[in-house]
Every structure is written in C-alpha cells, then in structure tokens.
C-alpha cells in the first residue's frame, strides 16, 4: 500500500509500505478521508517522543471494510484499541485501560496510509447520508461532546447559563456546537487570532471575542497551555 510516513522532524515521505495485517478480530479498512490531529502536528515537530519516526501518523479516519462479512460496510474509526476485560474496560472508562493502544503511536501504525486493521468493534457504521470526510471527524467531535457533557452534568441548577470556550480551533468550535445541541446556546469563544476569529464568525456563526471578562457559568480550555489553565 502507499502511506505517508513520518520520517524525522519536519520530514514526511509518500512511498509503498507493508499491508497492515489483521488480526483475530480485526477488519481491513481502506481509508477515505482522515484529519490531521494536532498531535500528528505535535509528533511532526518532534515534540512527541510517544511517536518516534519511522510511523505513520493519522488517527482521525473514516473509510470501508474490505472483506470479510462486513464487506462494503462505511464506517468511522475508534482509534484506542482497549482489552475489553479488565475493570476499566468493563464498567465503560476504556480510556483508563493499562493495556490501551492508540493507531499512530506504536506498536499500531495510523491511518495516513490506503489501509488500516481495527477490531471489528472500534469500527462504527456510517449512515448513507453522511459522508466520509464529516464521518472522519467523529473522533475529535467526541472530544468535545464527551467533555460537555460531563461539564453540563456538574453544571448548579442556579449557575450562570453561560458558557466560555478558550481557544477557537477545531477542539473550540466543536464544543461550541456541542454545547448548542446539548441546551446551552449562549456560548462565546475567546480567540486571539484576528483571522480565525473572523472566519469563526463569519462562516462558522459563532460570537467570538479577543479578551473576555467576567463570569461564566462554563468554562472550556481548548487550548491546553499553562495560561489557559490559570
């Protein structure tokens, strides 16, 4: 198969690379569409020392089993692969796995390449009307909704019904509109960047500030840095 394949920092080759071969369990996918993570970034920069070159990147994927009784079937890609036995795995917090495995990081190579092997159970069903590259953004979306969510359920009966996003990238925006499909609409995103600003606000309609002050109800760091956090 032909893969992008991250060499050393700053250096990426297009080439032929070995078939990815499943196991018990696993289907074949051929990738459609996938997104670039900011931690594809992080690793391309060599600042990710998890995710030592040579490797291909990419876990945000989306694309079509090969074979198998699930041939043809359109899906999207849970990238952690967890044991499904332990306790973590069993009472649903497969994120705290001990045994847990993410595609783009070794030993499980990504999906910026023609195919990738997953168990059968990370791959879920895409409907018809969906297309491939929205389906390839199902894994950073749940980022955010799952982050909402558990935000919303600590959210007081009497707190401020408004919410604060710091930073307006892909994280950003997709709790914004997780935030509005999940009840609360009066959200605003704090975004430094004068063009990314605009263009939050003028395609993506959202209300964006370049400092904000005061008190909100719900906060949302989706910048991740030590000044956010404070």
């Known amino acids: 198969m032909k893969a992008l394949i991250y060499d050393g920092v700053e250096t990426l080759g297009y080439r032929d690379a070995a078939d990815p071969v499943a196991g018990p369990g696993d289907e074949m996918v051929r990738v459609d569409a996938v997104g670039i993570c900011g931690s594809d970034m992080h690793a391309y920069l060599g600042h990710d020392a998890r995710r030592p070159a040579p490797l291909i990147l990419g876990h945000e994927a ?17 990238p952690l692969v967890h044991c499904g036995q332990c306790r973590a795995c069993t009472t649903g917090r497969e994120n705290l796995c001990p045994d847990r495995q993410i595609i783009s990081m070794p030993p499980r190579e990504g999906a910026f390449a023609q195919f990738v092997a997953m ?37 007081h009966a ?45 395609v993506c309609g959202q209300h964006t500030v370049a400092e904000a002050a005061g008190a ?11 000044a956010t956090r404070a």
């Open 119 to 155: 168990p059968a159970a990370n791959l879920i069903e895409v409907p018809d009307h969906v297309h491939l590259d929205h389906a390839a953004l199902a894994e950073p979306l749940a980022v955010s909704w799952h982050a909402i969510r558990l935000g919303l359920e600590a959210l």
């Open 158 to 202: 009497g707190a401020d019904r408004r919410a604060l996003i710091l930073g307006g990238g892909a994280i950003g925006l997709a709790a914004s509109l997780a935030l509005k499909a999940q009840g609360l609409a009066d959200t605003t995103i704090v975004e430094p960047n004068a063009a990314r600003r605009a263009y939050l606000q003028d």
């Open 62 to 78: 989306a694309g079509v089993i090969m074979g198998g009784a699930r041939d043809g079937t359109r899906v999207t890609i849970n």
């Open 216 to 226: 909100y109800g719900v906060v949302v760091d989706a910048v991740g840095y030590a």
